[in-house]
């Protein structure tokens, strides 16, 4: 049982350069979210989806955008990196509206930007 | 809006002595609240979740926690801490009427002394 799978697992970007980071679960779920951790700041949410084909702005979403085209996948780019979204980026999903909000999380996928 | 504060940024106890971490919680509606635990490299897993049930939630791994409403607050303990409980750990919010807002606070890495 996969559950929440992210690729890659690590990238090194150039100033400007874009990615995708992919993420993809088996469970089902209704919701799926995009956070990214960096030291002493917890988790901090990118963006999210409630929905296939819907999608909504966390409390960090500049300089990302996301896509949710089928109901198993979450992808968050990055158009144009900067060094300050060097980070290690979580997907998450969960059950949806009648779900209690337990996260189940991917491994993480850690980005540096030089 | 809702928050959710942790108190240390590092704890450090014994291996054996009471493990305490610290979490509050600002929400104007009844919250759904939630602990998780990360390992070094590893995504973030659950530990326990409070839904308006009982008070007194236990988890995995000898951890429990206890919903305060008058304090709120939602302190994680462990009466007895193993060298495996060394590891970050974060308490999350939801209100319950809104399955997509999750706000996690900052963490507490917690290190176990021989």
């Known amino acids: 049982n996969a559950g929440v799978t992210q690729t890659p697992k690590f990238r090194v970007l150039k100033t400007g350069q874009s990615m995708t980071l992919l993420c993809a679960q088996d469970?089902?779920?209704?919701?799926m979210y995009w956070y990214r951790q960096d030291p002493g700041m917890g988790l901090r949410l990118i963006h999210y989806s409630v929905g296939e084909g819907t999608t909504a702005k966390g409390e960090v979403p500049d300089g990302y955008n996301v896509s949710r085209l089928k109901k198993q996948n979450f992808l968050l780019g990055l158009e144009s990196a900067a060094p300050s979204q060097t980070s290690v980026y979580f997907c998450?999903?969960?059950?949806?509206?009648?779900?209690?909000?337990?996260?189940?999380f991917g491994e993480g996928s850690r980005l540096t930007v030089l | 809006a809702q928050s959710v504060t942790q108190l240390g940024s590092h704890v450090s106890v014994s291996e054996g002595a009471l493990v305490l971490l610290r979490c509050n919680y600002s929400?104007?509606?009844?919250?759904?609240l939630f602990w998780y635990v990360q390992y070094p490299n590893q995504g973030l897993q659950l530990l326990l979740k409070?839904?308006?049930?009982?008070?007194l939630v236990k988890g995995i791994n000898g951890f429990e926690a206890e919903f305060k409403k008058s304090e709120t607050s939602f302190h994680l303990t462990k009466p007895s801490a193993h060298m495996s409980d060394a590891a970050e750990y974060f308490c999350a919010v939801r209100i319950y009427s809104s399955a997509s807002k999750i706000i996690f606070g900052s963490g507490t890495r917690l290190s176990i002394r021989p």
């Open positions: 929400s104007s509606v009844p919250p759904y």
């Open positions: 469970m089902n779920h209704e919701y």
């Open positions: 409070y839904t308006s049930a009982a008070t």
């Open positions: 998450a999903s969960s059950y949806g509206q009648a779900g209690t909000g337990e996260l189940f």
